[in-house]
């Protein structure tokens, strides 16, 4: 398992697709490979939303049992695997989190955005340079209220009402700034479509 | 803190698309989280839009460090799948349920997922009391599959990720129901309902056995609403299913039979 950085290169990403396909094949040896190519960016992102070590293990161990046993949930035709991978893996963390069964969001709002560790980054499977762009030209044109807000609840997995009272603002103050933002959100995104 | 408060003049929208933004942020929680996990497996515009939004929002993880779990995780993993493979294939008749679980990954790859399910409302049906006639799993004999393509359901559970693999046998009494990954709480167990086309009361597919696959016998009453696009649903019950005079408990998942 101690392989090497996993190179953000278009062989890495067709290596990936191969053994997704491998995978819903039913074949076993493809997990190792999807792991081996997927487990530092998959754990960062569970460490992330759960800010526990222990709990982020056994949502990412969560992600691979589920990836085998649900792989054919995986449409080629909608998502690239990591991009695909990289969701389902925040969305197991947020799950954990709403089990209530960690406390969560141990990073502070006013932390939610650090500046990638490029180190790291070199370390992993990247999503996608093109749409990366174009969410953050998008997100940048939000007012900052909006933009700091849907933001913490992408990466620490803040609900409407932990981010309201973490702002000390009414629910529905929470819920507008937001529903603003993505209102202007999605205009942007679908405009550069 | 009250809901809508009067500061915001600005009301915003709240259409199918917003919807799916805040399910796809993981802004939502009880009710709503619920109402938004039926309409996605109900309702394939705001599928497409919760992907919409998923596939946006992905590049954003590009931010996040990664990092290296400890060694034991891939242990872990491994011992799960083995564990669960050798659990379905020593379960009745190992080489028909390799097979066919096989051939059923196969058409699910080519035929995309969304549409295997065909799901309705989520938690609002409500169950009749009484229903007999309750299949009784018989492990003993081996499945026949050779004959007819089988109908396949998905049954998501929940907020879990797990789901129930249900396979049917076409103009067969054998039925297959896969519940890997699912663990017993001590507590409850959960049953499987098949609800008729035309209406008339739900008919008892059984218990389902936690972290198995089953061959269950199925009744004639039974098998002559199986068919392409037959629903199932999954409520959670007391120990032993449902109480006889009782009325049946939560619907905890549904999900479609589609033709393979």
């Known amino acids: 398992m101690a392989d090497g950085p996993t190179p953000a290169s278009a062989e890495a990403r ?178 550069s479509e | 803190m009250s809901d809508e408060n009067g500061m915001d003049r600005e009301e915003i929208k709240r259409d199918d698309p917003m919807l799916a933004a805040e399910f796809s942020l ?84 080519v035929s995309g997922l969304t549409s295997a399910a065909a799901v309705a409302a989520l938690a609002l049906v409500v169950l009749p009391a009484g229903t007999d006639s309750v299949p009784t799993p018989g492990a003993s004999e081996a499945p026949q599959i050779a004959a007819a393509n089988p109908l396949v359901a998905q049954v998501p559970i929940g907020d879990t990720g797990l789901r129930l693999d249900v396979t049917y046998i076409p103009d067969s009494e054998r039925m297959l129901v896969g519940a890997i990954g699912l663990t017993a709480d001590g507590v409850h167990d959960h049953e499987l309902w098949l609800v008729p086309a035309d209406g008339t009361p739900l008919q008892s597919l059984g218990v389902v056995t936690p972290g198995e696959v089953r061959s269950v016998t199925l009744p004639k009453e039974i098998t002559q609403n199986m068919g392409d696009g037959a629903e199932l649903v999954l409520t959670r019950e007391p120990i032993g299913g449902k109480p006889e005079a009782q009325d049946a408990g939560p619907v905890v998942a549904q999900g479609a039979f589609n033709q393979v």
Request: charged share 30%.
């Open chain 1, 14 to 191: 067709e290596a990936l697709k191969a053994a997704m396909a491998r995978l819903a094949e039913g074949d076993r040896s493809a997990l190792e490979d999807i792991y081996r190519a997927t487990r530092v960016k998959l754990f960062g992102i569970c460490l992330r939303i759960l800010g526990d070590r222990k709990e982020a293990e056994d949502a990412l161990q969560d992600v691979y049992v589920n990836l085998w046993q649900r792989a054919d949930r995986y449409d080629p035709t909608r998502a690239s695997p990591i991009s695909w991978l990289a969701t389902f893996a925040r969305n197991r963390a947020i799950d954990r989190l709403r089990t209530g069964k960690v406390r969560g969001g141990a990073v502070p709002v006013e932390e939610a955005a650090p500046l990638p560790d490029q180190a790291q980054l070199a370390d992993s499977l990247m999503v996608d340079a093109e749409q990366t762009a174009q969410i953050h030209t998008c997100i940048e044109g939000l007012d900052e209220n909006a933009r700091g807000h849907i933001r913490a609840a992408f990466f620490d997995g803040k609900t409407y009402a932990e981010l309201a009272e973490h702002a000390d603002v009414p629910l529905g103050t929470m819920k507008s700034w937001i529903r603003r933002g993505l209102q202007r959100l999605r205009a942007c995104l679908e405009a």
């Open chain 2, 26 to 109: 993981g802004l939502l929680e009880g009710q709503e989280l619920l109402a938004a996990r039926g309409k996605l497996a109900s309702d394939p515009d705001f599928a497409w839009r919760k992907d919409w939004w998923d596939n946006w929002f992905a590049p954003w993880t590009d931010e996040i460090s990664g990092a290296e779990p400890s060694a034991k995780v891939w242990d872990e993993i491994e011992a799960r799948v083995r564990a669960a493979s050798t659990h379905a294939e020593t379960g009745l008749d190992s080489a028909n349920v390799v097979e066919l679980q096989s051939k059923v990954r196969r058409w699910q790859w």
